[in-house]
Every structure is written in structure tokens, then in C-alpha cells.
């Protein structure tokens, strides 16, 4: 393979997106892939800085800054980590991304979805997820996940999420050709099976 793979996982807090990355993390290696497993916000160095800030700034932060904050960190997260990696030649599995976004800043704070997109294709430079899976719980499942010790966004209630899931129903409805849409209320073993399938008919593995 010359060029390597972008995944991009994504659903509302507590949906088992972090585990079904390990999974399949696990699963390439098996395979002898080179796997970078990262994340929005924050992979490292500044990204970590401006994750603080989003995820634990205390006082008022508007849907604007919101948003820039988390663009910022896509643009150095793609240019200085992601970019890199597929280049040479590594399967790159990243923990949310432009989905995000759209769900998050788009659906749940209502900043208008055009503008999301033409930022969102800015901070990227245009690259695109090869394929992303959307793990779909409701939203007071997510909540009960999710706990008492909540940061910045999680605190942002039930009917936020609401709107947040609903933007990611309505992308898979879009995409359905990048994004793949999981009932993640399953056991990890089933959702993992259908995660690894969904690789198998998309891609064709070579060693
Ligand atoms: P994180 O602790 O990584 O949450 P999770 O483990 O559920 O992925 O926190 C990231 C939070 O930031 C999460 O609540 C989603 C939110 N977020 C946005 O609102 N917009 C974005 O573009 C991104 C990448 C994340």
C-alpha cells in the first residue's frame, strides 16, 4: 500500500467509540498494518492546550469561538499528525473529526451547516475520511454513561444532545457511502463484527 487509510469515528459521548478504535486497531496489527490511533481535539503538543481550553474553560464561550477552537485544532491536527501518517503509507484511526463539528457546533448549537462545511473543508484542506462510523445511542443512555463528572460539552444537556444526535443520523443519510451507521447499544462484539466487515468491503488488505 502507498498511500495509507483515514477512519474516522464518531457518535454522542458514551456511544463506545474508543473501544471499537482499539478493536480495530488491534485488528490491522494482526495484519501487520502501521496503525496511528489519535483524536479531536487535542492529539498533542498545541492541540492539547486548545482541548483544555474547550473542554474545561470555565467562564462564557460563544458557538463562534467554540467552533474556531475546534477547527483550529483540526487544521494542525491534519497538517502536522494525519497528513503525515497516510502519506506514509499508515492506517490512521482517528477519535471524531469533521463530524463532529457538523453535529456538535451545526446541529446542537445551530451555526449554519454551510458555513460548518466550507470551515470544516478550510481546516482540512479538503482531505476527506476514507470511511467513518457513526456508533447511534440514545441520548439518555449517553447521558447515564457519561456520569456526574462532566466537562464543558458534556454539561451541555439532554435537549443539546438531542439535536447533536439527530445531525448524525442525518449525515449517515447523506453519506452513505463514507459513513457507516452502528446501533451502538449492541454488545462491543457484535458491533466490532460489523465494524470489521464494513473494512473487509471497502478496502481490499493487502500484506
Ligand atoms: P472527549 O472527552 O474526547 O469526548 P469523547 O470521549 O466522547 O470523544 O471530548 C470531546 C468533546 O468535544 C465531545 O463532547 C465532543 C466535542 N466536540 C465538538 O463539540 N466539536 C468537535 O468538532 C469535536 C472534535 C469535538
Same mark, same amino acid.
Given at each position: 500500500?502507498?498511500?495509507?487509510?483515514?477512519?474516522?469515528?464518531?457518535?454522542?459521548? *458514551?456511544? &463506545?467509540?474508543?473501544?471499537?478504535?482499539?478493536? @480495530?486497531? #488491534?485488528?490491522?496489527?494482526?495484519? %501487520?498494518?502501521?496503525?496511528? =490511533?489519535?483524536?479531536?481535539?487535542?492529539?498533542?503538543?498545541?492541540?492539547?492546550?486548545?482541548?483544555?481550553?474547550?473542554?474545561?474553560?470555565?467562564?462564557?464561550?460563544?458557538?463562534?469561538?467554540?467552533?474556531?477552537?475546534?477547527?483550529?485544532?483540526?487544521?494542525?491536527?491534519?497538517?502536522?499528525?494525519?497528513?503525515?501518517?497516510?502519506?506514509?503509507?499508515?492506517?490512521?484511526?482517528?477519535?471524531?473529526?469533521?463530524?463532529?463539528?457538523?453535529?456538535?457546533?451545526?446541529? *446542537?448549537? &445551530?451555526?449554519?451547516?454551510?458555513?460548518?462545511? @466550507?470551515? #470544516?473543508?478550510?481546516?482540512?484542506? %479538503?482531505?476527506?475520511?476514507? =470511511?467513518?462510523?457513526?456508533?447511534?445511542?440514545?441520548?439518555?443512555?449517553?447521558?447515564?454513561?457519561?456520569?456526574?463528572?462532566?466537562?464543558?460539552?458534556?454539561?451541555?444537556?439532554?435537549?443539546?444532545?438531542?439535536?447533536?444526535?439527530?445531525?448524525?443520523?442525518?449525515?449517515?443519510?447523506?453519506?452513505?457511502?463514507?459513513?457507516?451507521?452502528?446501533?451502538?447499544?449492541?454488545?462491543?462484539?457484535?458491533?466490532?463484527?460489523?465494524?470489521?466487515?464494513?473494512?473487509?468491503?471497502?478496502?481490499?488488505?493487502?500484506?
Amino acid at each position: 500500500m502507498t498511500k495509507g487509510l483515514f477512519i474516522t469515528f464518531e457518535g454522542v459521548d *458514551g456511544c &463506545g467509540k474508543t473501544t471499537q478504535i482499539e478493536l @480495530l486497531k #488491534n485488528y490491522f496489527e494482526k495484519l %501487520g498494518k502501521s496503525v496511528l =490511533l489519535t483524536r479531536e481535539p487535542g492529539a498533542k503538543g498545541l492541540g492539547t492546550k486548545l482541548r483544555e481550553i474547550l473542554l474545561n474553560y470555565d467562564g462564557e464561550v460563544s458557538p463562534n469561538c467554540e467552533s474556531f477552537l475546534f477547527l483550529a485544532d483540526r487544521a494542525q491536527h491534519i497538517d502536522t499528525i494525519v497528513k503525515p501518517a497516510v502519506e506514509r503509507g499508515e492506517i490512521v484511526l482517528c477519535d471524531r473529526h469533521t463530524d463532529s463539528t457538523v453535529a456538535y457546533q451545526g446541529y *446542537g448549537r &445551530g451555526i449554519d451547516l454551510e458555513q460548518i462545511n @466550507l470551515l #470544516n473543508n478550510i481546516a482540512t484542506s %479538503g482531505m476527506k475520511p476514507d =470511511l467513518t462510523f457513526i456508533f447511534d445511542i440514545d441520548v439518555e443512555t449517553s447521558m447515564s454513561r457519561v456520569g456526574k463528572n462532566k466537562d464543558r460539552m458534556e454539561s451541555a444537556g439532554i435537549e443539546f444532545f438531542k439535536k447533536v444526535r439527530e445531525g448524525y443520523l442525518a449525515i449517515a443519510n447523506q453519506e452513505p457511502d463514507r459513513v457507516k451507521l452502528f446501533d451502538g447499544i449492541r454488545t462491543i462484539e457484535d458491533i466490532h463484527s460489523d465494524v470489521v466487515k464494513a473494512v473487509e468491503s471497502k478496502f481490499i488488505l493487502v500484506k
